[in-house]
């Protein structure tokens, strides 16, 4: 069957904004941070990235299915020891890795109040912070045996990183709430510990 002269096609319609989901991804961690996970409708998401309710949904089957993106997103790197380890100076080198840690945390609203407010309730987000944990362990695992000299028989390292870390951690929970610890009296006690 021949077209008709003069009909045009009507033009395809144009696919989804190239930066949607990154704008969606943003305004829903700004969101959940601010207001929790619960209490942020995705109509208010969409308003602030600026894109229909649909285009959400075409992105992120389920609401949990965004918290779940934001989760995987988070950064995970270690500290560079070589960045935070006063040789010979356990304490020291401490103090510069939670240091370090201390500036990651305040610098994402998401992992220093979204994450511990909705662990309880969110699976992804339990892990998330499980996985988190472990690296520190790790970090301070690595801190300790980087300015130490080689470790003397009697010296238990891992359980100084996992005391340090569970303090840490906990320090991170709280920070939202303004409460203080007493990190430094935690961080000299196991440098006497572990450093004759």
């Not at 969101?31 to 929790?36: D, I, M, V």
């Not at 990235?49 to 959400?56: Q, R, S, T, Y």
């Not at 080198?93 to 945390?105: C, G, N």
């Amino acid at each position: 069957m021949a077209r008709a002269v003069g009909v045009r096609r009507r033009p395809e319609p144009a696919g989804p904004d190239p930066g949607a989901r990154e704008r969606i991804l943003t305004a829903a961690g700004e969101l959940f941070a601010e207001h929790g996970f619960d209490a942020t409708p995705t109509s208010r998401i969409a308003e602030r990235a600026e894109v229909p309710k649909g285009l959400i949904h075409y992105y992120f089957r389920r609401k949990q299915d965004l918290l779940a993106a934001l989760v995987e997103r988070l950064p995970e790197e270690p500290v560079e020891s070589e960045r935070v380890v006063v040789r010979g100076d356990v304490a020291a080198s401490l103090r510069l890795l939670v240091r370090e840690l201390d500036t990651r945390t305040e610098a994402s609203p998401l992992l220093s109040r979204l994450l511990w407010r909705e662990a309880d309730t969110h699976v992804a987000v339990r892990q998330a912070l499980q996985r988190r944990f472990r690296v520190i362990v790790e970090q301070i695992r690595a801190v300790i045996e980087a300015a130490l000299p080689p470790d003397p028989p009697g010296r238990d390292v891992d359980t100084a990183a996992l005391l340090l870390a569970r303090v840490v951690n906990h320090r991170h929970s709280v920070a939202r709430h303004g409460e203080h610890d007493e990190l430094d009296r935690e961080i000299a006690f196991i440098a006497r510990a572990l450093q004759p």
